[in-house]
């Protein structure tokens, strides 16, 4: 271990020191664009095609000549001889000219010789003997003999132009998104089947302690379910990572040991391990992951969460795998995989937004914590009946305590939706105190 491991590091310290532990994100592979939702992109996203690809209707009418109408008016309108129809996904049958109109669908292709699109609520349909038919929006039925047109209309109207979206070849998406519904539909849209994308990365859970059961199994007299393993994989998913459980190991360091050489064997990018990081008698992480591999910080000025282990293994192609050691208390262990190992494996997963959302709030209660550490308190925020964060006058969020604030206190760390920071210099803090919130989304 370097020397600065043998103090308590600074949140910054130590999310620096496993950061640049990272040369460079896992590896890519190609996936059928409707695939990618949630997957974070590896190359950039070029346009395959122009959107509109050809001028279109942006409703439903007639394809016409503009300067048909230039002396319409409602109780005088222009008068025009339907030629046919145009449906959207087929290429026009039809040419506009001088007097003449075609029935076209929202999105089907303009025709030649129409320079405008007049909607169906401003005609008239009048069928051969003249006579006419019911004013409003319906277009549908057999095809009009003629059409009133009862206003002016200007060249252009309700045409979408050829390119007025995007343009083939232009940049849509940059490497390192990940992708939600809209960005794989602007993908879709123009035209790209196929994405590159980094890999999930494979991450390996491990939960120890002779006292940890698994959820459901007989606990006996000293026994506790197993709340890390279960968590850390869900936190995984959420992240965009593939888990894969080692179980749960006793307090052995031979027991350890084989789990963490079956997910180096395996080919894990990373190994997340909750409990046994601490300097208690059976504490035989550390020890564990050294003889694997290497320490290369240990501790953190943070709470709750302190006995925080980071460092590097060599797996079978003697490419590095990140090793984390996390506290056994459910809430630590929660908390510094959110300061530490999330952003990581973010960064692994080539993604560059790495942090959670930044906000302010204001506490509506006081809070102490211990001297020295900076505590990230779980908050619950105050909502309107419409699900949104009240603030005050400052704009700050209003936040209460989740309930304890104790490192097993699982019930609080289930209802809140923020953490709420609280420095280092600070022994406590009253109520009407400004923190900063880190926000518990689930992305």
Not at 2 to 7: F, K, L, N
Not at 354 to 372: M, T
Request: some cysteine.
């Amino acid at each position: 271990m370097s020397a600065v491991a043998e103090r308590l590091l600074s949140v910054e310290e130590a999310r620096a020191g496993v950061l640049g532990a990272i040369d460079h994100p896992v590896g890519v592979e190609t996936i059928a664009t409707a695939d990618g939702l949630g997957r974070v992109l590896a190359s950039p996203v070029v346009a395959s095609v122009s959107l509109p690809p050809w001028d279109n209707s942006a409703v439903d009418g007639y394809a016409i000549v503009a300067a048909d109408t230039e002396a319409a008016t409602e109780d005088a309108p222009a008068r025009l001889r339907l030629i046919g129809d145009v449906a959207a996904g087929a290429a026009p049958a039809v040419a506009i000219t001088p007097g003449t109109a075609a029935r076209i669908a929202t999105g089907a292709r303009v025709p030649p010789g129409a320079d405008a699109v007049v909607p169906v609520e401003d005609t008239t349909p009048l069928d051969a003997a003249g006579q006419s038919g019911p004013r409003g929006r319906d277009a549908t039925g057999p095809l009009p003999a003629t059409c009133l047109v009862h206003r002016r209309v200007e060249p252009g109207l309700s045409i979408r132009r050829l390119g007025s979206d995007l343009v083939a070849g232009a940049a849509l998406l940059e490497a390192g998104r990940t992708l939600h519904p809209a960005a794989i539909a602007l993908a879709a849209g123009s035209g790209v089947p196929q994405l590159d994308v980094h890999r999930r990365p494979l991450v390996a859970v491990l939960a120890t302690g002779d006292e940890v059961r698994a959820p459901g199994e007989e606990l006996g007299p000293a026994g506790i379910p197993d709340a890390n393993g279960p968590g850390l994989r869900a936190l995984l998913e959420a992240a965009g990572c593939e888990p894969l459980d080692l179980g749960i190991a006793r307090d052995d360091l031979d027991d350890v040991l084989a789990r963490l050489r079956s997910a180096l064997d395996r080919g894990a990018d990373a190994i997340v391990v909750s409990g046994g990081v601490s300097v208690g008698p059976f504490d035989v992480v550390r020890t564990a992951i050294e003889t694997v591999g290497r320490i290369d910080l240990w501790r953190v000025a943070v709470q709750p969460g302190k006995p925080f282990a980071f460092g590097t293994a060599a797996r079978a192609d003697g490419s590095p795998a990140l090793i984390f050691g996390l506290p056994g208390n459910p809430v630590s262990s929660f908390v510094t995989f959110e300061l530490f190992v999330r952003p990581a494996l973010r960064r692994l997963g080539g993604r560059r937004d790495l942090l959670r959302s930044a906000d302010r709030g204001v506490l509506l209660e006081p809070v102490s914590k211990s001297h020295g550490r900076r505590a990230y308190i779980r908050v619950v925020s105050e909502r309107d009946d419409a699900g949104t964060p009240r603030r005050d006058e400052a704009g700050r969020v209003r936040v209460r305590l989740a309930g304890g604030q104790g490192s097993h206190v699982i019930s609080a760390l289930a209802v809140a939706d923020a953490l709420a920071i609280v420095p280092e210099a600070d022994d406590s803090l009253p109520a009407g105190a400004t923190v900063a919130l880190w926000w518990l989304d689930p992305t």
